[in-house]
Each structure stands twice: as structure tokens, then as C-alpha cells.
């Protein structure tokens, strides 16, 4: 399973957009790039996933490299809700398992 | 909405007790999974069930068993607990196959003294 690196921690102006990094460059070709934030004293919440195209939806963006080593998850209005540790997973087609990471800590500052 | 509910939120159990928590999901999915979070280890698989009556060793089974008796049920069973179990347990339930998002529920945590 590919494993995936993200940065501890990063900050983000209320309404401007957060840029979450994601390194996964063993990933191979048929690993699905999930993403999953984690808001305090709550669950995991699915945001998005991707395999090789760059996709969208009412939550994030998700924008993956050519060479599929990286991606990066966008959300283009952060708001102090939107304050959690995000995921990025490498999800192995044919597996159940996810392998999450200790995720990148999202602070939003108003 | 999905819904993964688990029957407590906060548990304290003494050691060598048997302990048992249960999850139930609302959307007929196939897939149960029960996780352990733990702070800077993030999230590690212990079990996980495709069906009913089905279950796959995780990452970190020693120390607990599961049961699935029925589809929306998955117990996971703790049978003589110990203090390096206190942990956040986490439950997901998903459908089968490719590409389907895990829903979790709240989480439950154990404390085992």
C-alpha cells in the first residue's frame, strides 16, 4: 500500500483558500486518492477521492498530478468550521483497507 | 443521511473485564469496519467484515475479536481488557467494492484502568 505524507499543520485566512498538500509518490496505478477530515470529538467525514482525473464537488477540489505522485485538496473558502486534521489516503482497489496517515492539522483563522 | 451510531461515547472498564462495543449502521451497507486512533499513530484497522458472519483480520487484531450476527450490527469485543487498550475506538460502515466513501460513527472512548 502506498503510503502518504502530508505536513503537520498548516494555517488559513477565514475566506481565502485552503491548500492541503499531499505527497504519495509510490502510489501505484490502481490506488484511489482519498481525502477525510476529522473534526474534534468527531468521526472521520469523507471529503473526496480521485484517481487520476481532478475533481470536484460542493465540498473540495481535488487536483492530482500527471505522474499521480501528488494532489492537492483545495477548499476555496475556508471558514472556522472548516478547522480539523485532514486525511489523505491511498485506498488499494481490490482491498478493504485504508492506511491513515497522522493527517494535517487545518487551523482557520477569523 | 447515513447514520453509524455506537453505543457509548465514553467508557471506563477495569482491567481483565470483557468488553463490548457495538455499532449499528442505518444504510444496509455490506462493509463494517472497527478502528483504534490513538494520538500520533492516527487511525489503525483492527477488523473489518464484508457480510454477515464475514471478517478479515486488520492491522491490529491481537487482543480483540468481532461479531456480525446481522447486517447492520458489528460488535466489536474487547475480551479481557487491558490498560494499552484505552483508545478512541471508531466505526465505519461502507457498500462493497470500489470507490465507496466509509461513513464513521461518533466514536466511543475506552478507558480501561
Known amino acids: 500500500d502506498a503510503k502518504t505524507t502530508q505536513p503537520p499543520s498548516m494555517d488559513c485566512a477565514e475566506g481565502r483558500a485552503a491548500n492541503l498538500p499531499c505527497n504519495h509518490s509510490?502510489?501505484?496505478?490502481?490506488?484511489?486518492v482519498y481525502w477525510y477530515r476529522q473534526i474534534h470529538s468527531q468521526g472521520p467525514q469523507y471529503i473526496i477521492h480521485g484517481l487520476k482525473n481532478n475533481e470536484t464537488n460542493e465540498m473540495a477540489s481535488l487536483i492530482i498530478t500527471e505522474d499521480r505522485k501528488s494532489s492537492t485538496l483545495i477548499l476555496p473558502h475556508a471558514t472556522l468550521r472548516d478547522t480539523a486534521v485532514y486525511y489523505c489516503i491511498a485506498f488499494t482497489s481490490g482491498t478493504y483497507k485504508y492506511i491513515f496517515g497522522t493527517g494535517t492539522r487545518l487551523k482557520v483563522l477569523a | 443521511d447515513v447514520k453509524v451510531t455506537q453505543s457509548s461515547r465514553y467508557l471506563v472498564k477495569r482491567t481483565g473485564e470483557k468488553v463490548f462495543l457495538e455499532c449499528v449502521q442505518d444504510?444496509?451497507?455490506?462493509?463494517m469496519f472497527w478502528y483504534r486512533q490513538d494520538p500520533g499513530l492516527g487511525l489503525r484497522l483492527i477488523y473489518f467484515s464484508y457480510d454477515v458472519k464475514m471478517k478479515e483480520k486488520g492491522d491490529i487484531p491481537e487482543g480483540y475479536s468481532v461479531s456480525r450476527e446481522k447486517k447492520e450490527r458489528f460488535s466489536l469485543i474487547l475480551e479481557s481488557a487491558s490498560t494499552n487498550q484505552t483508545s478512541m475506538y471508531l466505526c465505519a460502515s461502507s457498500l462493497p467494492g470500489l470507490g465507496y466513501e466509509q461513513y464513521f460513527g461518533p466514536g466511543t472512548r475506552l478507558t480501561v484502568t
Open positions: 509510490t502510489i501505484s496505478g490502481n490506488e484511489y
Open positions: 444504510m444496509d451497507h455490506e462493509n
